[in-house]
């Protein structure tokens, strides 16, 4: 079966360095918190020359899987100390070289980091997210905004990391970079990922983080809300009322003990529904569609939420990426298609209109992106031998 070619619209291709190791109690993998931990000490290792290679591989095992065009929520800006690199976009032209290695559209968010919490100033690793302040932010994201090239497939958009990270008196200056010169650039924050997220929010601003993004400005067409976990149902209507799509990444969000977003009740009230791997503990949309459908099924008791239709909609979210033109297969479309064998063990019998119900990101056997054919039975043509540049990749960052 034929599907357009898969958007991946949350992703931070770092992080794919700690699948497999931080699952056990006690080697940092207790809580979101404590995993966070883990994530600081990799960022910490991390140089323009070793994040290219890394997210070469990482975004060669998502073409592997389908996904044509990739959102990279962008952060790691910046050298040891926050010393900026000579190129102060040096680890964007990374990502950027990356995705063009890998045969990706690449979407780079740029984000704005620049406290460790609420009034909580960067400390250690996390002084290499930061820009001082919005103005420093924007200076450095109007130089990337400029390298813009839609012809090559690298577009440009912003995101407030969450409220956590952007001070609310800063937030209207990043809305009005992002928006500069483009009203249509895409704009993400991560929202309400955690309990303790929406009460040291109340308590510093006397409003829910959701509340706090629309007042701002952060929150309507053109906007993307991440995870979306932990909302009360007066925050649902006026998330799925504000025009935003809601990224929800159910196998991050399960990893790391999130919680279950309200997957229905935004679908209901309005909200366009898209998916991302976001940390990559799995990098499968399909996965992460049937995932919505399933822990919905285990919240509702009720089967069949989302039919396949829905989630082929869920997978394909470039327009929440910037690309109105890809998505879907018709004439004057980008030729983004994917193609997933149905005589596999897992689909073999299957109806092809409920594989997504049982295929895996194994069974993708043909990916074209943009018209120009990445992958074929199932093998990457322009990276060789993908886990061996992973392990490569990796084994250094340890
Ligand atoms: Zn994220």
């Known amino acids: 079966v034929v599907l357009p070619g898969l958007a991946n619209v949350h992703s931070h291709a770092f992080h794919r360095a700690l699948r497999g190791r931080t699952h056990a109690p006690g080697d940092g993998g207790d809580t979101f918190w404590t995993w966070r931990e883990r994530m600081y000490a990799l960022a910490g290792r991390l140089d323009p020359d070793s994040y290219r290679d890394l997210a070469t591989a990482v975004f060669a095992e998502m073409a592997l899987t389908g996904i044509t065009g990739v959102g990279e929520f962008h952060y790691l800006h910046h050298g040891p100390g926050g010393v900026p690199y000579r190129d102060p976009n040096a680890m964007a032209e990374s990502l950027r070289a990356a995705a063009v290695a890998a045969g990706l559209r690449l979407t780079l968010l740029d984000t704005c980091y620049l406290t460790g919490g609420i009034g909580t100033p960067l400390t250690g690793v996390q002084r290499r997210f930061g820009d001082v302040d919005a103005a420093g932010w924007a200076r450095r994201f109007a130089d990337l905004a400029a390298r813009e090239d839609r012809s090559a497939g690298f577009r440009v958009g912003a995101a407030v990391h969450s409220v956590r990270a952007v001070p609310a008196g800063q937030i209207v200056e990043v809305v009005a970079a992002a928006r500069d010169g483009d009203p249509a650039r895409p704009l993400h924050v991560h929202l309400s990922e955690q309990v303790a997220e929406n009460t040291d929010c109340l308590r510093a601003y006397g409003t829910t983080p959701t509340r706090l993004l629309v007042d701002h400005g ?25 025009g935003a799509a ?17 997957a229905g009740a935004l679908h209901d009230a309005g909200a366009r529904l898209v998916v991302g791997t976001d940390q990559h503990a799995v990098i ?10 399933m822990h ?14 829905q989630l082929v909609g869920m997978i394909t979210g470039h327009a929440a990426l910037g690309w109105d033109d890809a998505g879907r297969i018709e004439v004057g479309a980008r030729a983004d298609l994917v193609s997933i064998r149905l005589d596999s063990v897992r689909t073999a019998g299957c109806r092809p209109d409920q594989a997504l119900l049982a295929a895996s990101a194994a069974d993708v056997d043909v990916v074209v992106v943009d018209g120009r054919t990445v992958v074929e039975s199932g093998r990457h043509l322009l990276v060789d031998d993908a886990a ?4 490569r990749a990796i084994s250094p960052l340890e």
């Open 296 to 309: 919905e099924r285990l919240v509702s008791g009720i089967r069949g939420r989302f039919d396949p239709g």
């Open 218 to 242: 952060v929150l309507g067409p053109h906007a993307t809300a991440v995870h979306a976990t932990h909302l009360t149902a007066c925050e649902v209507e006026v998330l799925g009322g504000s």
């Open 246 to 262: 809601v990224c929800l990444c159910p196998t991050t969000e399960r990893d790391l003990a999130d919680g279950i977003g309200p």
């Open 284 to 293: 499968d949309l399909v996965e992460e569609a049937r995932a919505v459908e």
């Open 388 to 391: 061996a540049r992973l392990a």
